[in-house]
């Protein structure tokens, strides 16, 4: 297999690298302080083509693939895990999803938006009881001729509260079990009866908007129905492999920009007349660091070139998300020892990342979730898929 990347990769992730120095990290310790999300940020992203990634031109895809997604996710992560959302929050999750399934009239509709980031995306399916087991959700769509009615609630929704359309998942038939779930695609500052708010007590990612909705009868047309009724099980798990590898990519970002961290504070720190980096337990932590930054990075990869080649992936998939939201866990863990008592400090960024770094074995499916999809189909219960 050939690692290396291609002149016009290298090009795309110093783009994403420029960006993150330039246009985020100046200003980064006074957004968190205030928990800010800037909207006219994710437009700067879409106008140079972060979220154009593995769809058609005529949608406004730009050509490139799933790997060019990931490594400008990458980069984007090592200085903000925050602002690696968006990447799933318009392309990986929304746009994908409606360009593979959606109608001519709903892509053409929503999916440029999306893509040039002047339209804020969502996606919703996890429930104040409703969270690995998506097949529990008690939101539900009644059929009322020519719309449906919705009814229920959803919450842990990045984008809720700022969102302009997005993707909604609820039962039509729960007799049906997981085959009775269909997908929505809404509007939720355009359709009456849903409210949303935002949920401000989370422990990191403060400039990512995180929210609830609640819908109390609201009217969706039926030319919103994404593919058809009963198929919205399938459609979010084809949709979570998707945004998967998005949340692997962040985890590897936020391990790489935090192995800086450590690395750079280790050589200029000095205890017993020599750089920490120079004792023997500073060492064994950083090259544990390092190795898992890099197998990792070969699975993120690879997971992204499978995605790329057409091939079956969910199982590479899971196993890059796995790897890399766990290196990157550990590796917060390991700087924040290695800063010692200014790790704890809010001055010092290895506190953030560390608080950012525990949403990534939760989102997009807990790594116990992982667990289960990876034995599953490493014992030949289950398929590998796309």
Known sequence: MNFDLSEEQRLIQDTARRFAAEEIAPTLAEEERRHEFRADRVAKMGALGF????????????????MESVLMSE?????????????????LGPALTVSRFGTPAQKKRYVPGWVA????GFFAMTEPNTGSDVASMKTHAIDKGD???????????????????GLLYAYTDRAAGNRGITAFVIEPKNMKGCSARAIETKLGLHCAPTGEFVFEGMPVPKENVLGKPGEGFRICMWQLNQTRLGCAAGALGLAGGVLDLA???????????????????VQAQIAEMVVEHHAAQMLVYRAAWLKDQ??????????AKLAASEAAVH??????KIYGSYGFSTEYPAERFYRDAKSLQIVEGTSNIQKIIISGMATGATPNRE
Not at 75 to 91: D, E, G, K, T
Not at 267 to 280: E, L, T, V, W
Not at 310 to 319: A, F, I, L, M
Request: hydrophobic share 35%.
């Open 331 to 336: 590796a917060a863990n390991e700087c924040m």
């Open 147 to 165: 719309h449906y009615e919705i009814h229920g609630s959803k919450m842990w929704i990045s984008q809720a509260h700022v969102g302009d359309a």
């Open 310 to 319: 057409g091939k079956p992936n969910q199982y590479e998939t899971s196993v």
């Open 117 to 120: 980031g002047t339209q804020l």
């Open 51 to 66: 979220f154009s990634c593995a769809l058609p031109e005529d949608l406004g895809g730009s050509g490139m693939g799933f």
């Open 75 to 91: 980069q984007i992560a090592r200085i903000s895990a925050s602002w690696r959302l968006p990447f799933n929050m318009q392309n």
């Open 263 to 281: 690395i750079a504070y280790a050589n200029d720190r000095k205890q017993f007349g020599k750089p920490i980096s120079q004792h023997q337990m």
